[in-house]
C-alpha cells in the first residue's frame, strides 16, 4: 500500500507483484477509492481492467464491499460511482437480439436496430424495426445520470428493465462520470475499440491492469493480423456487394455519394475535430497525422476505392499462392505491391477509415458480412504506417500438416509497446500488478515504459502452507525431464506416472497435474494405459483430462469438482497454457498439490515467436533464451499459482523436471514461491518427496484457528497501533 | 486452390491439366497457352470472346485470379509511365489530389470502355503539354520510394550485422565456459589448497563474468547503425536531390576570441595540499590503492584523495567580511595559486 501511495503521488507507473488470494483487489481499490476521496482535483477516475467476466464481477463484488464499509464507518451515502462495462452480448436486454449466443451476431445485429439511418428510416416508415431499449434511453436517459452506487453487469441489466433504457448505451454513456469503471483489458489495449469506448477519460485517471502477467501477448494480439485464403475469398464476395450496392446508389439516390465525396475533398475535419485539446485517446492503427490530410485523389470515389480494395486483395491472393515460407518487412511489402499493382503507400493508408465511411453512406445495416474486409482494410493501413515492429510471414501450410495446402498471411507486431504506448503515455498513473510477474525487469523491457516503483511482495503466513518442492529424479535415479531428447524415453515416462500415483496415495482430494502441451499428455497417457499406471492410479482417484474441445473441458472440470466435494478424490491433467492454466482457481480441498511435468516452453519453431525474439534481441538486449525461459517459467508460476487462493489454504507445489533446480530458473519464480523453496528440496527423488509430502500434510491437518494467525497475518486494530508492529511495518516498508 | 480455373476456349482446367496456364491480352480475356498457340499461330488474331485484335506478343501470364484485375494493372502501369507528376509538382495539395483522381478516372475508363474517344483526347492533350515534366519524372525516384529503399537497405545491413555479431558473441561465450571449467578442473588436480575453496573462487569468478556480459552485449546496439548522413546533416549516396545542399555555408559571425581567466577563489582557512604533494605528506595510508584495471583507465588513488580533501575544506570558503575585501583585491591581482582546484 505505501508502494502504490508512492507511485500515485508521483504520478507514475508502477509495477507490483502480490501473491494471489492475499487481498489485491481490495488493497488496490480501498487506497485508490480513499485517494479520490482525499484528493478529488489530482485523481479523478480510477479504471480497472481485468481479464474475463467473471473476474470483473468479482471485482464489483470487493468493491461494493468496500462502498458498504464506507457507509457504515462514515454513516452516509457515498457520492461515488462504479460500474462495470462488457460487450452487447452481456449487457443486451432486448429479447429478440440478446437470444443470439455469438458476440459478433449481436453486435451486428444491434447495429442494424440502432443506426442513426436505420432511425431515420424508422421516422419515415413505422414497418422498420428499431430497440425500444435504445429508443428510451436516447429519448430520456442522456439527460438523467445514473444514481451513485456500485453496479455490475447484472444490476445494469436490471436498471436498463426497470427504466426499459438500454443498459450497453447507458454504461458507455455513463463512463464519462463515472468515479470507478471496471473493464476488460481491450477496451483499453485494442486500438479499434479503444477509439469507441474509452477515448473521453480524462488525464489525472488511475488505471490498473490486473492479472497482468501476459499483457505484452494481448497488446501484441491487438495490433496483429492474420489472413487466410477464405476470409479473401469473403471479401471478395464483400466486394461485390459493396459494388453492386453503389451502382444501385448512383442510379437511385447519388445525391448521398456526392455529399460524402465532397467531404472527402475536404479532409477528415471532423474526426480532427474530436482529437483536438488531447481529448482523446490516440489510435496507433491511424495516426493523427492522416488526419489532418485529406484523403488522396485515387481513392476519393466510391467505384474508384472499390476497384482499389479488389486490387489490394487479389494482390495478397497472389501473395498467398507461394510454394514456400516467405518472411519479410513491412518496407519490402510496400514495394512490391508498388511493382506488382501500383499502389502507393499513401492511398493504402487512408485504406481503414476510407472503408469505414463507404460503409457509413452506402447505409449497409449488416456489418457482419463486412468483417474481412474490414480485416483487410486494417491491415493495409497497419502495414503501410509502420515500419518498424512489425514483419510479414506467409506460410503455405502448416508445419504439422505439410502436405495440406492451407495459406495463412500473417502480420504480426512484435513490439509490445507499441499498443500500450498511448495508455502509459495518456493517463497519471498506470499500475500493472498480477500474483506472477517475476522477473520483475522483464515487463519494463518488453513493454518499454520506466516505472517508479518496482517491487514483489511475499506473503506474511502463520504457518508454511505451501510446500514447493524440485523433483528432479524417480526411484530409480533416472533423471527427470522433459527436454526434446528424452521427452520419449520410458523410463522417464514411467517415472513420472510412479511420481504421480505415489503422490496421489499420499495425497488427500484434488490434485491438478500441467503438461507442456497436448500432444505431450497424450503421449504421456497412452504410455502410462499400455504401462498399467491409469489402472494404478484409478485405485486412489478419478481421473479427468483437459481437451482441447472447450464444452468437454468444462464439463470434465464439473464432474472433477464433484468428485473433490463428496471426498472421492481426483486428478485432473491438464495443460499449461491452456484454459485451465488461466483463470480457473483450485482453492483448498480442490487442489492439495499441483505437479507441474516439464517446463512449459513455447513452440520455439513457430516463425512467428522466432520473428518476436530476434526483434527482442535486437531491440531490446533480450537474449532469446532469457525470454523464453522467463516466458516458461511465467507459466509455470501461473500454474503452480492454481492452488493457493487465501491464508487458510494450503498446497504442495511439484517441479518435476530436472532443469528446474539451475539458477537461472529458480530464480525466475516469483518471490513468495522462492521463499518456501529451501535448498534441501531442490533435488529430490520420488520417494523422499512423497516422505516430505506425508510429514507436512499431517502438520497441516491440525485444526488451525482465527487466533494462531492473530498477532502474525492477521492483526487487531489494538495491535495494528501497537508501538512493537508499528516498528515492524516501518522496517518492512524500509527494506523492501 | 486453383483447382476451378477453367480455360474459356477449350474448356481444360487446372485440375485435369496442372501444366495448364492462362495468358491474358489487352482486353482482359484468359485463354490458355494452347489456346494462344493455335488460335495466334500467324501471329494476330481477334479475341474469341470479344472479337478485339490482338497480337501474340501481347500476351501475358495471368497472374490474378480475376483476369480483370490483370487487365487494369496492364493499363495501370501503361498510363502511370506518362502521368508521372509527384506531389512535389503542384502548388497545394488539394490540386495534387485532383490530378490522382483524375488520373484514376481515366483509367477507369479506359478498363470499363466508357467514352473511349474522349478519354484518349484527353490523354493526348496531357502528353503534348506536359512532355518534359513527364520526361524529368522518369529519371527521378519519388520521395515515398526513396524512402522505402533506404528503410530496406538499412534493414539488410543492420540484419547482416548483428547476426555476424550475436554468432560472435555466442561463440566467445562457449569458449570461455570451456576454459573456465578447465581452468578449474586442472586446479582441483595439480594445486594443493582445499578442493572447497577453489570451486568457491571459481563460483566468484564466473559470477564477475555473468555480471559483465550485460554491459558488452548492451554495447552494440549503438554502435551498429551505420550513419547514411554526414556529420553535417547531407545524406550519402544522394546526388542532386537536395539542390540547396550545394549552397554556401553561411558564414558566422565573428565574436570576440573567447580568453580563459581563472577563477579566484578566497577562503578563510588552510589551503588543501596540492594533488603533487599527497603522496608526500602520506595522505594515500588511509585509502585503498587503485588496482591495475582502474589505472589502466587514467584514474589514480590522488585524485579522489585530493577531492575528498577539497570537499573537507570546502566549508571554510565562506567568510561574509572577507568575500568584500577580496573581491576588491581580485580585481588588482589576477592570479592567485589557487589553480590546482581545476585540474581535477
Redesign the interface.
Same mark, same amino acid.
Given at each position: 500500500m505505501l508502494e502504490l501511495k508512492r507511485a500515485l503521488d508521483a504520478k507514475g507507473h508502477c509495477l507490483l507483484e502480490m501473491p494471489s488470494g492475499t487481498g489485491k483487489t481490495t488493497t488496490l481499490l480501498s487506497l485508490i477509492v480513499a485517494y479520490m476521496k482525499a484528493h478529488p482535483l489530482d485523481l479523478t477516475k480510477l479504471v480497472y481492467c481485468s481479464r474475463t467476466v467473471p473476474e470483473i464481477e468479482k471485482v464489483m463484488e470487493e468493491l461494493r464491499k468496500l462502498m458498504n464499509y464506507y457507509e457504515k464507518e462514515m454513516g452516509m451515502e457515498q457520492n461515488i460511482l462504479g460500474l462495470a462495462l462488457s460487450s452487447r452480448k452481456n449487457l443486451c436486454i432486448n429479447p429478440s437480439v440478446s437470444k443470439e449466443r455469438e458476440g459478433k451476431v449481436v453486435d451486428g445485429r444491434c447495429y442494424s436496430l440502432t443506426a442513426s439511418f436505420v432511425r431515420a428510416r424508422h421516422a419515415a416508415d413505422d414497418a422498420v424495426p428499431i430497440c425500444e431499449f435504445y429508443e428510451g434511453f436516447d429519448a430520456h436517459g442522456k439527460e438523467f445520470p445514473l444514481p451513485p452506487g456500485v453496479y455490475n453487469l447484472d444490476d445494469l441489466k436490471e436498471y436498463g428493465q426497470m427504466k426499459r433504457w438500454c443498459p450497453y448505451f447507458l454504461a458507455r454513456h455513463t463512463i464519462t462520470h463515472a468515479n470507478i469503471v471496471v473493464y476488460s483489458y481491450h477496451y483499453l489495449l485494442d486500438p479499434k475499440i479503444a477509439e469507441v469506448v474509452s477515448k473521453e477519460i480524462s488525464k489525472t485517471s488511475v488505471v490498473v491492469f490486473d492479472e497482468a502477467h501476459n499483457i505484452d501477448n494481448v497488446c501484441i494480439d491487438s495490433m496483429s493480423v492474420k489472413i487466410t485464403?477464405r476470409l479473401l475469398d469473403k471479401c471478395s464476395n464483400s466486394i461485390t456487394i459493396l459494388e453492386t450496392t453503389i451502382s444501385n446508389m448512383k442510379e437511385n439516390d447519388s445525391k448521398r455519394l456526392e455529399k460524402e465525396y465532397k467531404r472527402l %475533398?475536404e479532409g477528415l475535419r471532423d474526426a480532427t475535430i474530436a482529437r483536438e485539446t488531447d481529448m482523446a485517446l490516440v489510435n496507433p492503427v491511424l495516426p493523427s497525422e492522416i488526419l489532418e490530410?485529406? %484523403?488522396?485523389?485515387?481513392i476519393?470515389?466510391a467505384?474508384?476505392f472499390v476497384?482499389f480494395l479488389?486490387?489490394v486483395v487479389?494482390?495478397i491472393?497472389?501473395r498467398l499462392?507461394v510454394q514456400h515460407v516467405v518472411q519479410e518487412?513491412p518496407?519490402?511489402f510496400?514495394?512490391d505491391i508498388?511493382t506488382? %499493382?501500383?499502389i502507393?503507400?499513401?492511398p493504402l493508408r487512408f485504406s481503414a477509415e476510407r472503408l469505414a465511411s463507404l460503409i457509413r453512406t452506402l447505409e449497409i445495416s449488416d456489418l457482419t458480412d463486412f468483417s474481412p474486409l474490414v480485416t483487410v482494410s486494417h491491415f493495409a493501413t497497419l502495414v503501410s504506417t509502420y515500419?518498424k515492429g512489425f514483419t510479414i510471414i506467409i506460410e503455405p501450410f502448416e508445419d504439422r500438416a505439410p502436405t495440406v495446402?492451407n495459406?495463412i498471411l500473417y502480420f504480426s507486431c512484435l513490439d509490445s509497446s507499441i499498443a500500450i504506448k498511448p495508455v502509459f503515455n495518456r493517463f497519471q498513473t498506470v499500475v500493472i500488478t498480477s500474483g506472477t510477474l517475476s522477473p520483475l525487469d522483464m515487463y519494463p523491457k518488453i513493454l518499454d515504459f520506466h516505472p517508479v516503483i518496482m517491487t514483489s511482495f511475499t506473503m506474511t503466513l502463520a504457518r508454511p502452507c505451501i510446500l514447493p518442492m524440485i523433483v528432479s529424479k524417480g526411484n530409480d535415479q533416472v533423471a527427470m525431464s522433459s527436454r526434446y531428447e528424452t521427452r520419449e524415453d520410458t523410463a522417464v515416462i514411467r517415472n513420472y506416472g510412479n511420481l504421480l500415483v505415489e503422490v496421489a496415495a499420499a495425497v488427500p482430494d484434488g490434485i491438478v497435474c500441467f503438461f507442456t502441451s497436448y500432444l505431450y499428455l497424450e503421449t504421456i497417457v497412452s504410455s502410462w494405459y499400455d504401462q498399467g499406471i491409469i489402472d494404478q492410479l484409478q485405485r486412489h482417484k478419478l481421473l479427468f483430462i483437459e481437451t482441447q474441445d472447450a464444452a468437454e473441458t468444462s464439463l470434465a472440470l464439473i464432474n472433477y469438482i464433484k468428485a473433490c466435494d463428496n471426498g472421492r478424490g481426483a486428478v485432473l491433467l491438464s495443460v499449461a497454457r491452456g484454459k485451465v492454466s488461466e483463470g480457473i482457481d483450485f482453492d483448498h480441498h480442490l487442489g492439495r498439490a499441483v505437479l507441474m511435468f516439464g517446463i512449459p516452453y513455447v513452440y520455439t519453431q513457430s516463425r512467428i515467436l522466432r520473428a518476436r525474439l530476434e526483434y527482442l534481441?535486437?531491440q531490446f538486449?533480450i537474449?532469446e533464451n532469457d525470454f523464453l525461459t522467463f516466458d516458461a517459467m511465467r507459466h509455470a508460476a501461473q500454474c503452480l499459482g492454481r492452488c493457493m487462493r487465501g491464508k487458510t489454504d494450503y498446497g504442495i507445489m511439484i517441479l518435476a523436471d530436472k532443469r528446474f533446480s539451475r539458477a537461472d530458473k529458480r530464480s525466475k519464480l516469483p518471490k513468495w514461491i522462492q521463499e518456501h523453496l529451501k535448498d534441501t528440496n531442490c533435488n529430490l527423488s520420488t520417494e523422499e518427496c512423497v516422505q516430505i509430502c506425508k510429514r507436512w500434510l499431517r502438520q497441516m491437518a491440525q485444526p488451525f484457528s482465527r487466533e494462531d494467525q492473530l498477532g502474525i497475518s492477521l492483526l487487531t486494530l489494538e495491535q495494528l497501533q501497537s508501538e512493537e508492529m508499528q516498528k515492524k511495518i516501518q522496517q518492512r516498508a524500509q527494506g523492501v | 486452390?486453383?483447382d476451378y480455373q477453367t480455360c474459356p476456349k477449350c474448356k481444360t482446367t487446372k485440375y485435369r491439366n496442372p501444366a495448364m496456364v492462362l495468358m491474358v491480352n489487352a482486353c482482359g480475356h484468359a485463354l490458355c497457352e494452347s489456346c494462344v498457340e493455335l488460335l495466334f499461330a500467324k501471329g494476330s488474331g481477334a479475341c474469341p470472346e470479344c472479337k478485339c485484335p490482338l497480337r501474340r506478343n501481347n500476351f501475358r501470364v495471368q497472374?490474378?485470379?480475376?483476369p480483370a484485375?490483370d487487365k487494369?494493372?496492364d493499363i495501370?502501369?501503361r498510363i502511370?509511365k506518362e502521368f508521372n507528376k509527384r506531389q512535389e509538382d503542384f502548388p497545394t495539395?488539394?490540386e495534387?489530389?485532383?490530378?490522382?483522381?483524375?488520373?484514376?478516372?481515366i483509367i477507369?475508363n479506359l478498363?470499363f470502355d466508357i467514352d473511349p474517344t474522349n478519354t484518349n483526347k484527353m490523354i493526348d492533350n496531357y502528353k503534348k503539354e506536359n512532355k518534359d515534366i513527364t520526361q524529368k519524372n522518369r529519371n527521378r525516384q519519388s520521395q515515398?520510394?526513396m524512402e522505402?529503399?533506404e528503410?530496406?537497405e538499412a534493414?539488410k545491413a543492420?540484419q547482416s550485422e548483428?547476426a555476424n555479431l550475436?554468432v560472435n558473441a555466442e561463440l566467445e561465450e562457449k569458449k570461455q565456459k570451456h576454459k573456465a571449467r578447465e581452468k578449474l578442473i586442472d586446479e582441483l588436480m595439480f594445486s594443493d589448497a582445499d578442493a572447497k575453496s577453489i570451486v568457491a573462487s571459481h563460483v566468484q569468478a564466473t559470477a564477475a563474468l555473468a555480471k559483465e556480459q550485460?554491459k558488452a552485449?548492451?554495447q552494440p546496439?549503438s554502435g551498429v547503425v551505420k550513419s547514411s548522413k554526414f556529420s553535417s546533416g547531407i545524406q550519402i549516396g544522394l546526388r542532386g536531390q537536395h539542390t540547396n545542399s550545394f549552397l554556401p555555408i553561411p558564414k558566422q559571425e565573428d565574436l570576440p576570441l573567447y580568453r580563459y581567466t581563472a577563477p579566484v577563489f578566497d577562503y578563510d582557512g588552510p589551503p588543501p595540499p596540492p594533488i603533487e604533494k599527497l603522496g608526500k605528506l602520506n595522505y594515500f595510508a588511509n585509502i585503498r590503492a587503485a588496482n591495475i584495471a582502474e589505472r589502466a583507465g587514467g584514474y589514480t588513488e590522488a585524485m579522489s584523495c585530493c577531492r575528498a580533501l577539497q570537499e573537507a575544506l570546502g566549508g571554510l570558503f565562506y567568510s561574509p567580511q572577507l568575500t568584500h575585501k577580496t573581491a576588491v583585491l581580485a580585481t588588482n591581482s589576477s592570479t592567485q595559486d589557487t589553480d590546482d582546484m581545476e585540474t581535477t
Open positions: 485464403k %475533398v490530410e485529406a %484523403v488522396p485523389g485515387t476519393r470515389t467505384e474508384h476497384a479488389k486490387r487479389e494482390y491472393k497472389t499462392r518487412s518496407a519490402g510496400l514495394r508498388h506488382k %499493382v501500383c502507393d503507400r499513401k515500419t495446402s495459406p534481441r535486437d538486449q537474449k | 486452390m486453383d497472374l490474378f485470379e480475376d484485375v487494369e494493372v495501370r502501369k502511370l495539395l488539394r495534387y489530389n485532383d490530378y490522382l483522381e483524375e488520373v484514376e478516372t477507369f478498363v515515398e520510394e522505402l529503399e528503410l530496406l534493414e543492420q548483428k550475436y550485460p552485449a548492451a546496439s
